[in-house]
């Protein structure tokens, strides 16, 4: 009896060895998502005119996918998607406002804190309507939870924790502190107070956590999304005179009115080329995401656009330079991206919404973990952001559910091969996702890209686009109804209807026969 207890205790001091072994051996994680960021605007991709000299380094010490895109043009879907490693088709969860999201459906830090992470969120989670306040939350498996939506004091001073640390540590006034931002392009809040620098300080104070397992934080400021306000001195670096125009020509907001009758930014088409924009109207734009003026000037536009991205990459460098600091970068795994994308000026169109232009549904991605993740890699294979949620759970050596649908690229990333090819094509829609009184009839279109060719269709509409992003990478010639062969129009139907078909999840896992 005596010989099998001290059996059973050496085995049970082993297995909680094991255990202690496998914590220590767990990455923690970072995922940083910007907010409404597209694909051109990082320096070491290519963009000459934007300073980014953070996130260069970290592509330098990182994996870089110039390819990714994103499952809808709107914030509420594709994180969703992000977050659950499933497809807006079988998630549900396809419009901004939503009253809830689904409690069927699990999230990947759920499944990370039930394998023994401490879980952190940072800024926005937006899985449904912040309308009232903190947004309803599921099981999601976020142990801390600082939250902040909009940042401008007219959504929710009282539950969002960044308007809360204004107040209370920073003893501003808030309504005075943001009284510039009620203008479509304007000087923010200084650096100091703003809602980016306030997401840094939160990511340092949950890192130096003192804890025995492993972690995982979510950080999303609400930058760059609209209004465009950057702190003043990042603002006065860009000068709109040098930098480049929107991709527009004159017909542009000609062929937009092929799609007002089912696209809130085709009826707001207007020449970029346009003056400063109007003083806006007594207490500001209701809603300046959806409402934009009647002209604008893409320069001014992108300039202050490009001082918030430099804003953020300051604020990113602080928290890489900052796990350097303490140790931790060696066994972390960081994660860049953005939701969605900004049309910024292109094609007379501004804000997110109903559209699968580049500028919208093509964003950054990048990965790093030091001497596990491949370094100086730029990838040109498609991929998809519901790829991350397979991926990040493979990182961490955790089973991946058999109901998600996103394809890991850890292997990949950490082998080196197949570096030009992940998946054959890429899939995003949109259904009703703003509810903009403006649109007349509910809009459901979906996107498929092959990496040369782009096939939109609106459903019950009748009519869709298609580009050839090979000959034509700014989205100007629609070949729907003229420039492409009878043969290859087909082709690019079938394949556009089998890669939407597998969007839609089989269920339930199957448990027998009958």
Known sequence: MVKTL????????????????????????????????????????????????????????????????????????????????RYPASTHAHRNGAEYFPDHEVLVTKILKDAGYDCGLIGKLHL???????????????????????????LNPETDDYKRWIVEEKKQDLKKLFEPVNNFCCDGVPEEFHQTTWCTEMAIKFINKKRKGPWMLSINPFD???????????????????????????????????????????????????????????????????????????????????????????????????????????????????????????????????????????????????????????????????????????????DIPYYMQGKSLFEKMCSGKDVDFHKPIVVAEFNDSLGSPRIVRDTHATMTFDGRHKTIIYHGLGFGEIYDLENDPGEFKDLWEKGIDDKLKLKLMHSHIDAVMNTSSAGIQRKGRF
């Not at 309507?129 to 903190?134: H, I, K, N, P, R």
């Not at 995401?289 to 002209?295: D, F």
């Not at 900004?342 to 997110?352: A, N, Q, S």
Request: charged share 25%; with cysteine.
């Open 224 to 398: 760059p999304h609209p209004p465009f306000d950057p702190p003043k001195e990042y603002r006065e670096r860009y000068n709109p005179d040098d930098l480049p125009g929107p991709l527009f020509k004159l017909n542009d907001i000609e062929r937009q009115k092929k799609f007002q009758e089912v696209c809130q930014q085709a009826v707001d088409a207007v020449n970029p080329g346009g003056e400063n924009p109007p003083p806006p109207p007594e207490g500001g734009y209701k809603n300046p995401g959806n409402w934009p003026p009647e002209s604008f000037n893409g320069k001014i536009v992108k300039a202050h656009y490009y001082a918030m991205i430099e804003l953020l990459d300051k604020h990113f460098g602080i928290l890489v330079d900052h796990l350097k600091e303490i140790g931790q970068l060696e066994n972390t795994l960081i994660i860049f991206h953005s939701d969605h994308g900004e049309m910024l000026g292109d094609h007379g169109l501004i804000y997110k919404g109903s559209r699968f232009f580049e500028g919208l549904v093509h964003v950054p991605l990048i990965f790093s973990w030091p001497g596990k993740i491949k370094s100086d890699i730029i990838s040109s294979a498609l991929v998809e952001l519901v790829d991350l949620a397979p991926t990040i759970l493979d990182a961490a050596g955790i």
């Open 128 to 154: 449904s309507s912040a309308e009232g306040g903190v947004e309803k939350r599921t099981d999601d498996g976020y142990e801390t939870f600082y939250y902040s939506h909009d940042s401008t004091p007219k």
């Open 6 to 85: 001290k059996f059973i205790h050496n085995f049970n001091k082993i297995n909680i060895k094991i255990i202690k072994d496998m914590k220590k051996s767990l990455p923690n994680i970072i995922w940083y998502c910007t907010d409404q960021q597209r694909f051109d605007t990082i320096n070491g991709l290519g963009n000459q005119y934007i300073n980014t000299p953070n996130i260069n380094k970290f592509m330098k010490n990182g994996y870089t996918f110039k390819n990714a895109y994103v499952q809808s043009p709107i914030c509420t879907p594709s994180r969703a998607s992000f977050l659950t490693g």
